[in-house]
C-alpha cells in the first residue's frame, strides 16, 4: 500500500507539473519547486521522467539576470490532445487541439437545436465519434473532452438541468461512457470566462465580468480568480436582469428580461422584420427559421457600415450597457471583457455601451471599470472547453490518493 501511494504521488506531481506548463508555457525547476512547495531534487526528478514519457521538452536558457542562467521546461504540444466542444441553442463545433491549444484537425459546425429535441443527445454523440474517427488521432492520445453548453449546469455532478437528458445517468457519464473518453461539461459564459483569464484579454485579473454576446446573453464571472456559481451553481443570469416592465416576453416566461431585449437572435429579428417593411439596407430576405444566418450576416453588413445593421446593435449595445450598470453597482468589477461570437462587433457596441454607462452608473463606479473586446472573440467557448479538461488532468489521480 504504501508503495502503491508513492506512485500515485510521483504520478500527481508530474500531472500537477503539465497542468502547469499547459497555462504557464516555460518554467525552470526552482519555479517549480517553490509553487508546489517540492524539494528541488523531487522536482527534477519528475520533470525527467516527463521527458521521458514526452510530455515536456527543454526549451534552453532564461535571459541571463546576472547569475547563472536556469534550464526552462515547456510542455510539449503534441504530447497528448484535447477533444473541445462549443455548443449554443442552434449549432455545435468540434475542435481537436494540442496542448498549446491550437488545431490538430479541421473545425466542425453542425446545425443542433437544443430545446425540445429529444434527439439532440445522439446527435451529439453521433457526431463527436464521426469527428474522432475522421480525425485520425487515436482516442488513448486524447486527455479527454471538455464541452461548453447552454444552460443551468452542475459541472461537479456533470449534468444540464436545461438540455441533453440523459436519462439515469449524468450527461458527462453518458457521454463518457458512448464515447470511451473522460468527459467534462460546463456553462459556456463560465468557459469563456476561464478562457480569457487564462489566455486572453483578462490574464491574469482576479475581478472579471465576462459577457458572452451569443444568441443568447450569458456571463461569467471571476470573482477573486475563481469562477464564482454561486450557492446552487447558477450564478451569472445576466441574460434575465429586467430592463423593463412590458417589454418583449423572454424564453423564461418573463417580460423585458436583456435577453428578450438585446440578444443576437433578438437582432437578427428586428433584421428580419425591417427588411419585410422595407428598410434600406444591404442584407437580403431571410425567413425567421434562419435566424442564424441572419446573425452572421448582420455583423458583416454593420461592420462594413450598413446604417441599418449599425442601427439595430447600437440599440442592442445600449440595452446591454444598461445592464451592466447594475451589474458594475452590485460587483464593482476590474474589467469587463465583451466577449463570445458577438465580439466580433465589439467596437460598434462599445459607444452605445459607455453612453448608458454614463447615463445609468455611479462615475465612480464606472470610471474604475475597464471595458475591453475579447481577442478570442468566437475562438473563447472553444479554449475553454480545451481548459476545462485541463483544469480536471490531476483530479483523478488525487481522488485516488485520497482513497487509499
Known sequence: MEFKNKSVKSTQLKNMITKCLYFDKA??????????????????????????????????????????????YAINANAMYI??????????????????????????????????????????????????????????????????????????????????DAGDKTLTQYITD??????????????????????????????????????????GMIVNGEIFRGRNGFAGEFSHIPLSEDGALCTCGKRGCLEAEASM???????????????????????????????????????????????????????????????IHIMNPQTIVLSGRGAKVGKILMAPIQQALHKYCIPRLSGGTELLISELGFDAELIGAAVLVMENFDKEVQSQLVAS
Open 265 to 327: 437572435l433578438v437582432v437578427s429579428k428586428r433584421a428580419i422584420a425591417g427588411i419585410e417593411q422595407g428598410r434600406v439596407t444591404s442584407l437580403k430576405q431571410i425567413d425567421e427559421a434562419h435566424s442564424k444566418q441572419m446573425g452572421d450576416a448582420i455583423m458583416e453588413a454593420a461592420i462594413n457600415g450598413d446604417q441599418f445593421a449599425v442601427e439595430l446593435f447600437s440599440d442592442a449595445g445600449y440595452k446591454i450597457g444598461k445592464a451592466l450598470a447594475i451589474l
Open 178 to 219: 458512448e464515447i470511451g473518453l473522460a468527459a467534462y461539461i460546463d456553462n459556456d459564459s463560465s468557459l469563456i470566462a476561464l478562457a480569457e483569464q487564462k489566455f486572453g484579454i483578462a490574464k491574469m485579473q482576479k475581478e472579471v465580468m465576462v459577457i458572452n454576446l451569443g444568441w443568447g446573453i450569458g456571463l
Open 27 to 72: 518554467m525552470s525547476c526552482a519555479e517549480l519547486s517553490e509553487l508546489f512547495d517540492k524539494s528541488i531534487p523531487s522536482i527534477a526528478k519528475a520533470v525527467n521522467e516527463l521527458i521521458d514519457e514526452g510530455f515536456v521538452i527543454e526549451q534552453g536558457y532564461a535571459p541571463s539576470s546576472g547569475g547563472r542562467r536556469p534550464l526552462m
Open 83 to 164: 477533444l473541445a466542444i462549443a455548443m449554443d441553442q442552434l449549432s455545435t463545433r468540434i475542435q481537436l487541439v494540442d496542448l498549446l491549444n491550437q488545431p490538430v484537425a479541421e473545425m466542425v459546425m453542425f446545425d443542433l437545436k437544443l430545446l425540445n429535441n429529444n434527439q439532440a443527445l445522439n446527435k451529439l454523440i453521433e457526431n463527436i465519434n464521426l469527428y474522432i474517427n475522421n480525425s485520425g488521432i487515436a482516442k488513448d492520445k486524447i486527455a479527454g473532452i471538455g464541452i461548453g453548453m447552454p444552460g443551468f449546469i452542475n459541472p461537479i455532478k456533470g449534468i444540464n438541468y436545461t438540455y441533453l
